[in-house]
C-alpha cells in the first residue's frame, strides 16, 4: 500500500510526536503558526497535531486563590507528524523554532510511554486475567523476568501487588498490569 492510498486515520497511526525548540516565550505563536501553515501549504496528510504541554495550578496572592496555567515544558513544542523532507522543512523553518530536539539535525521521536507520561493519547487498554494467588512474570522494569506470586489486583490503578524474591527473601512489589504476564 502506497503512501497515497492510505486513509487519513491510517496516516495518522504512523506518526509520531516529536519535540521542537522554540525561543522562550514564543510556543503558543510557533504552535499558531505551524497550524496555518500546515492549512495553508495543504500538509494535513503529515502534521496532525501541534501542543504546548501545560498544567493548572493555584496561586494564592493577597488570601485570594486563582487557578492558572503554565507551561511544563518552556521553550518546547511537541508535534505529531510523519517525518519526510517537506514536513521536516515546513517545521524547521516557522518562525520562532530553532530546532528538533535530536543529535544534530535528525530528529529523535519520542515513544508512546513518554507520551502518556505527559497525558497525551491514551494508555493501551490492557485486559488482565490474573487473580490473587497467580504466578506472574515480570516483562519490564527493575524486575524483569522475575517470577513472583500475586498478592492484590488493584484494577482502578492497573497495577498488581506480587510477592518476589530477592536475595532469598520474599518482597512486595507493585507493577502496572503492562509490565507483566501470566505464567
Do not use: C, Q
Amino acid at each position: 500500500m502506497t503512501d497515497e492510498n492510505k486513509t487519513f486515520s491510517d496516516r495518522e497511526k504512523d506518526a509520531k510526536w516529536y519535540v521542537v525548540h522554540t525561543y522562550s516565550g514564543h510556543e503558543n505563536k510557533v504552535k499558531v503558526n505551524i497550524e496555518k501553515m500546515v492549512e495553508n501549504r495543504g500538509h494535513v496528510d503529515d502534521i496532525f497535531e501541534v501542543m504546548v504541554p501545560t498544567e493548572e495550578y493555584v496561586s494564592t496572592v493577597g488570601g485570594v486563590s486563582k487557578t492558572k496555567e503554565r507551561k511544563l515544558f518552556p521553550g518546547y513544542v511537541f508535534v505529531k507528524m510523519i517525518i519526510n523532507d517537506v514536513s521536516w522543512y515546513l517545521v524547521r523553518n516557522t518562525r520562532g523554532v530553532t530546532g528538533f530536539v535530536g543529535p544534530g539535525s535528525k530528529p529523535v521521536p519520542l515513544t508512546e510511554r513518554e507520551m502518556r507520561a505527559f497525558g497525551v493519547g491514551s494508555a493501551p487498554v490492557v485486559d488482565i486475567d490474573v487473580e490473587v494467588g497467580d504466578n506472574i512474570r515480570i516483562v519490564s522494569g527493575a524486575f524483569k523476568d522475575v517470577i513472583g506470586s500475586v498478592e492484590e489486583v488493584n484494577t482502578e490503578k492497573k497495577k498488581v501487588k506480587a510477592f518476589v524474591s530477592i536475595f532469598g527473601r520474599d518482597t512486595s512489589v507493585e507493577v502496572d498490569f503492562s509490565d507483566i504476564e501470566k505464567i
